[in-house]
Nanobody
Framework: VQLQASGGGLVQAGGSLRLSCAAS????????MAWFRQAPGKEREFVAG????????YYEDSVKGRFTISRDNAKSTVRLQMNSLKPEDVAVYYC????????????????WGKGTQVTVSS
């Protein structure tokens, strides 16, 4: 599976962005999908994950209620809708594909896309 993330950019605090991740290959629905992020000087951290069919989602506590992950298996796409953005959300955001629902460790993911930068101005 090859993953390509897009949709990052610069937004003011309180604003919104929607990230997209397009997957190639015929097995997209075989993977759980997740978003991670890495802020400057920090380790990469889990943000959100979604089950194979999209009926289950899980989030890192700091983004609950603000971010929504979704997927469209027909289009092999996973999205991250980010609302009420804060300066602490500034990071490079990565999409990833894995096998186990509920996993939050980046070592558990099998495939990674290149990141997309999200910048929030205060």
């Amino acid at each position: 599976v090859q993953l390509q993330a897009s949709g990052g950019g610069l937004v003011q605090a309180g604003g919104s962005l929607r990230l997209s991740c397009a997957a190639s290959g015929r097995t997209f629905s075989s993977y759980i999908m997740a978003w991670f992020r890495q802020a400057p000087g920090k380790e990469r951290e889990f943000v959100a994950g979604i089950s194979w069919t999209g009926d289950g989602t899980y989030y890192e506590d700091s983004v609950k209620g603000r971010f929504t992950i979704s997927r469209d298996n027909a289009k092999s796409t996973v999205r991250l809708q980010m609302n009420s953005l804060k300066p602490e959300d500034v990071a490079v955001y990565y999409c990833a594909a894995g096998r186990t629902y509920g996993e939050r460790r980046d070592a558990s993911m099998d495939y990674w896309g290149k990141g997309t930068q999200v910048t929030v101005s205060s």
